[in-house]
């Protein structure tokens, strides 16, 4: 199985925007985004924080970009409870149809975490 996660490599460096993982890079320069839309936001969002005198570690979002977050979360949070009850209830040896459905109803709530787009708004 193929991992993207940060624990399976630590030393790849990813998008300073969106946190995606960037590509393998051979030679020149270090990419800092995975594209130039990325860059751009980046720059704009510098500009914003500058404009409100923020610092680094502080950030302006929509509340309902931040509660779409918030119930992506506990969407996801239900799904690992539900997942870890129903791997108690299957015993110590679950059947493949178990599994794919646990795999299945976890991957649902995990996607639109996947999916989500990080771009400012005005
Ligand atoms: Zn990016």
Same mark, same amino acid.
């Given at each position: 199985m193929t991992k993207e996660g940060s624990q399976e490599h630590p030393e790849r460096s990813r998008c300073k925007w969106c946190r995606r993982v960037l #590509? #393998?890079? &051979?030679? /020149?320069? #270090?990419?800092?985004?995975c594209s130039q839309a990325c860059r751009q936001w980046h720059w704009v969002g510098q500009q914003r924080a500058r404009e409100l005198q923020l610092s680094e570690h502080e950030l302006v979002i929509t509340k309902s970009e931040l509660d779409t977050l918030h119930d992506q979360l506990y969407v996801l949070a239900c799904a690992v409870n539900d997942a870890?009850?129903?791997?108690? &209830?299957? /015993?110590?040896? #679950?059947?493949? &149809?178990?599994l794919v459905e646990i795999v299945d109803w976890l991957l649902e709530a995990a996607r639109p975490l996947r999916d989500r787009e990080l771009a400012p708004r005005n």
């Open positions: #590509p #393998p890079q &051979a030679t /020149g320069r #270090p990419r800092q985004f870890e009850r129903d791997l108690d &209830a299957a /015993g110590p040896k #679950p059947s493949t &149809a178990e």
